[in-house]
DNA sequence: AATGAATGAGAATTCATTCAT
DNA sequence: AATGAATGAATTCTCATTCAT
């Protein structure tokens, strides 16, 4: 029953845009289950009536704000073309974009997670969201195994599960839970770890694997 | 509002208990806001009138339910006086009892957290709880830094958030999501990349880091 | 979710029956559709909340008022053990019973049969009300025909569908649409239609088959 | 509100027409509550918007249609010129017209009688229909009793509402509730009853009332 | 203590109708 | 004339909570 924006005049586009953005708003703010159809209609400045133009319950709105989500974190952690050679460099690219990426949308994907238990499609959507990340993560891997600069004998994606689950819980501590620590020292300190914990060899560029400056910049 | 056991008879004793009992497991099951007061009721096998003679809503049944799984993840998760004088088998046993513990309770944590979005006195058991684990984690690594066992340069807290993080996550990844993998694999898997990530120096026991054993264990 | 008498409480049984008879009233007075549950729960004298207590929708409710008055209906037609013997004499004294019965409920009948376009369950109901008093007519056509007092060419079953019909029609012409007649009238009337049609031959006892005395009594 | 044909352009009519159509059809599929004035616009091919340009509400397209199907049903069922001389072959004539027009019409009818209930205008509407059919059936009777060819001693209006509802309930039985018979083999024996039930006495062409051949023509 | 009937606030949803374009 | 977005009154239903027994 959800109205897609290509059927709209603008002016429906226009209002459709202003439920959703209302409804992640809410969401975010306020957890799934807190949300009333009508705290989003008033945000937006809408009557009730027109929610159910665009939407059919607050579950479908729910999708399309899941979706959109989804979408956006999928782009937003792809590292670029500009990525560094050196290896632990492109780890800490990824690392940042990623913590950010999670950092953006942790609430959101909590909320997911949580929808997901009762209901199927959303489980869906949340098992391919994190199918994304850990296949990145464990290609990642195994390219520095092939390479001869990670330790061959770890299994590939169960690591990546393990060490990118180290990132995406760190984002949600950082953020939802009020964890201090400002953005560089994190990236830097979860990059450590991680490349450490993968046994990742030095290159010859030498990169200061020691977090020493790390809490300098922290502090 | 809350009756507390000690007021009551031993008949009353039992059906606050098996409202408590009933509680937790609708609440594992369904998530907080699913769950119906008569819905525990029914499953505690009382009248909706009796629940009140115990609990003034079902939020304070919460708050029971949730000061009893914190309770008994404190308890669970200490590392026994038996534990062994290796450093890297430490870690192994500390992480078999995390990973245990917040498997088990993966599920209440995951509600704590979202009830703790809008409800303060939920927010500070839910700190208290992390905060636990994160001492506990930090004076570890401290420890082991002052043997000269680990890299000194770590910040002991953030790595312990960072690491313990990892270990909370695979958990819930674990069991609620359907991440596959036994038990064994998955704690030494943990360890190992624990071990590795704080530079753990192998003492002379020799353990062996090399997760070679792990591959085969896993499959 | 009909929540059945047995299970009540006498103030629980009494407060359903107070449901049921103020949803009958209602559904007389204004037809389905133009019922409101509240309505309903005011004329019972309780709070909406209350009604959902014994019924899960007005249409359960409905479903439980057609089924006593199919039920009332079955127990009033039934012609007693104390039955004339004379043909005419039980003729005009089933009729009788028939009017009543169609009178008393004629909306609620006519309610049903609309209902029934849409449900199918109404319609079974509704088919076994009309198939009872169809048998019991084409029976008794069958009996006479048996006898040889009535016309033995006569498709029992078609005769009763199309006579019965004449008389469940008057009794909705004449009490929902005011078509004016006095019941001794109606039913001398229905009668001398009813046996000319099936061409039943007077018996010795000799009934009076002209209805003069009826133009006397309709004045 | 209604805007009259009259006034409109060729479009307009267009429009106008097909709203009326496509809620006649509606409003015989599922009943005048059930019916949307949106399903009316969607079968109609126009926007709700355009609905209000011609009707003011639901009722009053539904009084468009009611009397557009009164109106029908008086054209339908006048028994022509060319109508046969022999008293039971004009009874039976009229009796297929008559089963036709209350069969083609039988659940707008009882609509229309549904809405009677609360509405003035359409019980006006209603008794004026059912007047018309009731007094042509009477006068019928009435001549018939002045040729001396029907029993003159019975009350011809309550003799035409009688056996006039006999047919009329015997179209909605037969087509609404799918009682089985066939077109002739109704007719012949709802003659068959008719003529009998009023005396009527075999005129010297010699019609064959005993319905034989209509236990064959029903086989 | 326990029961379960009763309550009513609150939320979702539908749909006739209006109105700017 | 036609469109379709917007409105909000009206209705259904749920469920936490109270209270008489």
Not at 191 to 206: E, H
């Amino acid at each position: 029953m959800i109205v897609k924006s290509e059927t709209l005049s603008s002016r429906g586009r226009r209002t459709r845009a202003a439920l959703v953005q209302a409804g992640r708003e809410m969401f975010e703010e306020r957890g799934y289950d807190a949300v009333r159809v009508d705290d989003v209609c008033a945000r937006a400045g809408v009557s009730h009536g027109t929610f159910y133009t665009y939407f059919g319950s607050r579950e479908e709105l729910f999708r399309e704000v899941a979706a959109t989500v989804v979408g956006e974190m999928f782009t937003a952690s792809v590292v670029g073309p500009a990525a560094p050679d050196d290896p632990y460099a492109r780890i800490e690219a990824a690392n940042l974009l990623y913590l950010r990426a999670w950092a953006t949308n942790s609430r959101l994907v909590r909320m997911l997670e949580q929808v997901a238990i009762a209901d199927e499609g959303f489980r869906g959507l949340l098992l391919e969201l994190r199918e994304v990340f850990v296949r990145r993560g464990a290609e990642g891997l195994r390219r520095l195994q092939e390479q001869g600069l990670a330790d061959p004998s770890l299994d590939p994606r169960l690591t990546a599960v393990m060490l990118g689950g180290m990132v995406e819980h760190f984002a949600h501590v950082w953020l939802d839970l009020g964890e201090h620590a400002d953005e560089r020292t994190a990236v830097a300190m979860l990059s450590t770890l991680w490349a450490r914990a993968i046994g990742l060899t030095p290159t010859s560029q030498g990169n200061n694997m020691t977090p020493t400056s790390i809490k300098e910049a922290g502090s």
